[in-house]
């Protein structure tokens, strides 16, 4: 069962490009229209100085390029067959473009028990940095693990 100790532990970063073609086939697979992501000129008259990705695409972008999906269960001794997906958020400090080289480095921010031990939640939070080492977004996850139960 995954503890207080996990709190702060860091993973092996992640590196990815924002390449138009794989943007456009998300933006295909959820039917977005908005051409602010597909025009170049509705995203200039827009404010952007390119082509701006929607929030969700970081979370894509992660786990496309990550070199082993697994490492973080791994490392905390989790069987993936008792995970369930929680919840994700995003926070924007500056726009992620296409072109773009995305720096991902995610780490435990929290770990909490409920329902007496039947279940832990784990958030997960990932600060993104672009080429330049702008901090760009940070992403946030909760995992749930269901433990368990000594009957």
């Known amino acids: 069962m995954v503890d207080q100790s996990a709190v702060g532990r860091s993973f092996t970063p992640v590196t990815a490009r924002v390449e138009p073609g794989r943007l456009r086939y998300f933006l295909n697979t959820l039917g977005e229209q908005n051409p602010v992501y597909r025009n170049s000129d ?19 972008l992660e786990m496309m390029d990550v070199d082993d999906p697994f490492e973080m269960f791994t490392a905390l001794g989790i069987d993936l067959a008792r995970v369930l997906h929680g919840e994700q958020s995003f926070a924007y400090h500056a726009p992620v473009l296409v072109g773009d080289t995305l720096t991902f480095r995610p780490r435990v921010a929290s770990v909490t028990d409920k329902k007496g031990g ?34």
């Open 118 to 151: 039947a279940m832990t939640l784990i958030g997960i939070r990932c600060e993104v940095t672009n080429q330049d080492g702008v901090h760009v977004a940070d992403t946030a996850r909760t995992i749930v693990v269901r433990n368990e139960v000594a009957s």
């Open 42 to 60: 509705a995203a200039r008259a827009a404010g952007f100085t390119g082509m701006p990705v929607p929030p969700t695409y970081l979370f894509c």
